[in-house]
């Protein structure tokens, strides 16, 4: 079983960054892919980028190709969401997941997620 924890969420002014962290723990052996999604209040989940844990591609949807940036660090089994340039709309419990194959913006895909990381975009 894999376990995902999400760091690194908070308030931010407009226009402002931050960098969100999803460490896995576990059998990470398992992991293929990691995902970020977010959900806003009243909204449904979104696809926001995904990454291979091994290689590329990166995908990045298409609402966030130039704001948004995926990396990761396979030595410490942690998947990083750089956010630059936020507007309010980015507020938004984000989700991290892993999946076993390639998943990409499949949601259901998914098979293990975090307890989410709240980011809030004030005006």
């Known amino acids: 079983q894999v376990h995902v924890i999400e760091s690194g969420g908070g308030l931010v002014q407009a226009g402002g960054s931050l960098r969100l962290s999803c460490t896995a723990s576990g059998r990470t052996s398992d992991i293929y892919a990691m995902g970020w999604f977010r959900q806003a209040p009243g909204k449904e989940r979104e696809f926001v980028a995904a990454s291979r844990w091994s290689g590329t591609p990166f995908l990045h949807a298409d609402s966030v190709p130039v704001r948004f940036h995926i990396s990761r660090d396979n030595e410490k089994n942690t998947m990083y969401l750089q956010m630059h340039t936020m507007k309010p709309e980015d507020t938004a419990l984000y989700y991290c997941?892993?999946?076993?194959?390639?998943?990409?913006?499949?949601?259901?895909?998914?098979?293990?997620w975090g307890q989410g990381t709240q980011v809030t975009v004030s005006s």
């Open positions: 997941g892993t999946t076993g194959r390639w998943s990409g913006s499949y949601y259901p895909g998914y098979d293990s």
